[in-house]
Every structure is written in structure tokens, then in C-alpha cells.
């Protein structure tokens, strides 16, 4: 099926969305039914419906797929319980006042998401992680820990199954940096990125 639409520099917001606090860069695309919460969004970054987001930094070119959790709140487990009423003490009536040192170290806990990522359907990326450029997080995964540059990680918890290119691909890649390139110039070399990566690289790595 071939789609009809047309992003834009200006975001492309669906329909259903909580967006509080958050930042979007161009020609990005929030999909129906999200619900975002601190968060940065890199240009030419999407996301495909049913995301909840909370506390992310993340890169340009992201591909989020339905469903996916970034950021996913905690509870406090070093309580004698684990329910909200501690810190949400107002609506129970157990305070004036809510629990604001425990709000402020969940907002600090930041998931830095590096550029041209591909999280797959379900995906969970717990609080404070971080994931690095160009890695592929399988379906129904849930990241515990950092991730390294162009890694693939599936299952629960997630674990490396291997890396997308070789390494000295991999060198060059994050030496391009094509993910900062501006809109012209990557229309311009366009057809360069249906090469295949060592190509790719080989023609654009400086020393």
C-alpha cells in the first residue's frame, strides 16, 4: 500500500495524544493514542501509535513501532509498600503536599536514546538507560541495561545477539555522523543510501 501522506519541518500529530512538556524536532510524526511525558524528539523521528514515553532524550531518525514503553515510572521499593499513596499523598488526604524528592529523582532519571534506533513492537526501555546509535531492539524486549552502538537485543531481559555491521563499519558510520546531515544534503545523496553500508562508508569516512 502505498500512503498519501506528507510530513513537513513542522510536526505531525495524530489524533488521541497527551503530549506534556515536550519538545519535537522537523519532520517528525507522533503517532494516534500517544502519551509523552519529558521528552526531546530528534528530527525525521516517529513513532507508530499506543507509545507512552516518559523522561527520553531521543536522537533523529528513530523508528518506534506500536505499543512501545520509554522510561516506564518506578515505584519506590525500598518502602514498606509499594503504592502510591506515599508519594501521591494528596489525593488520598495523607499530606498538603506530594512526595516532590521522589517526583524529581524519577524525572532525572533520563533513557538517552542515540539516532537511527528501531525499537520493534512492545518494547520496554527502562528508566535510565541508555542506547546507542543505529541499535535494533527486537519485539516484546525490555532493556535493562545500556546498549551499545549498533547492537541487536532481543528477549527479557534484553541481550545482545549481535552487532549489525562490522566493526570498522561501524567506526566509520559514527564517524559520518549522516544523522546531522541537513535535509538537502541528504536528498542530494539520496541514492547512496540504498548502498550497501561498507559502500556507504567507504564513500563518505574521512580520516
Not at 494528596?90 to 528501531?118: K, L, M, S
Not at 528508566?127 to 535494533?136: A, S
Request: glycine residues 8%.
Amino acid at each position: 500500500m502505498i500512503s498519501e501522506k506528507r510530513l513537513s519541518e513542522e510536526p505531525t500529530i495524530h489524533e488521541n495524544c497527551k503530549l506534556d512538556n515536550v519538545q519535537l524536532g522537523k519532520w517528525t510524526e507522533v503517532g494516534p493514542f500517544n502519551t509523552w511525558e519529558n521528552v526531546e524528539f530528534g528530527d525525521f523521528s516517529y513513532t507508530a501509535g499506543y507509545n507512552q514515553l516518559q523522561n527520553a532524550k531521543i536522537g533523529n531518525f528513530a523508528n518506534i513501532a506500536a505499543g512501545v514503553r520509554i522510561g516506564p515510572t518506578q515505584h519506590p521499593m525500598n518502602r514498606p509498600t509499594l503504592h502510591h499513596f506515599t508519594y501521591r499523598r494528596r489525593i488520598f488526604g495523607f499530606g498538603e503536599e506530594d512526595d516532590v524528592e521522589f517526583f524529581n529523582w524519577r524525572r532525572a532519571q533520563i533513557v538517552d536514546i542515540g539516532h537511527d534506533v528501531w525499537f520493534g513492537h512492545n518494547a520496554i526501555i527502562m528508566p535510565g538507560v541508555k542506547i546507542g546509535n543505529g541499535v535494533i531492539v527486537g519485539s516484546g524486549a525490555v532493556v535493562t541495561r545500556d546498549v551499545e552502538p549498533f547492537n541487536i537485543v532481543v528477549g527479557v531481559p534484553a541481550r545482545v545477539i549481535r552487532k549489525r555491521f562490522a566493526e570498522d563499519v561501524i567506526y566509520k558510520m559514527q564517524n559520518i555522523q549522516w544523522w546531522y546531515w541537513p535535509y538537502s544534503l541528504i536528498k542530494e545523496r539520496f541514492n547512496d543510501f540504498l548502498l550497501e553500508p561498507e559502500s556507504f562508508v567507504n564513500k563518505y569516512y574521512k580520516e
